[in-house]
């Protein structure tokens, strides 16, 4: 059933947040205080990671951004893992949640 909406919108040009990562994202931009304290702040994450994350936030998959970073799959696992570990984070939809507070995740055409 969102398969279809998702695919309508990325043809029109827009982004597609399923409701079980919009509700959280919503949350988190409605009610900051909800978001919970970070182990390690964004400047202290290296350049590959900060970029991962980014392009986590922007709603982009693990297969995609492996195209457009051109490394592996698992390179990009790797790197989620860690920021994960890193920021004591534990689901992408909060590591998306995350990178949107954050304002790493703009809006990209």
């Known amino acids: ?6 695919i309508e ?4 040009g827009q982004h597609y947040l399923t409701p079980s990562i919009a509700k959280p ?3 988190s931009t409605f009610n900051p205080e909800s978001v919970p304290p970070i182990k390690r702040s964004v400047s ?7 970029e991962v994350l980014q392009l986590i936030g922007e709603g982009k998959g693990t297969k995609e951004i492996a195209t ?3 490394v592996s799959v698992k390179t990009i ?7 994960m570990e890193e920021l ?3 689901t992408t939809a909060e590591l998306m949640r995350f990178a949107i507070v954050q304002g790493l995740a703009g ?3």
Do not use: G, W, Y
């Open 9 to 12: 919108a990325a043809l029109q």
């Open 77 to 83: 696992e790797f790197h989620k893992t860690r920021l």
């Open 1 to 6: 059933m969102e398969l279809p909406l998702a």
């Open 44 to 50: 202290e994450l290296t350049s590959r990671r900060r």
């Open 88 to 90: 004591d984070i534990h």
């Open 25 to 27: 994202v919503l949350e």
């Open 107 to 109: 809006d990209q055409p």
């Open 68 to 70: 457009l970073l051109n």
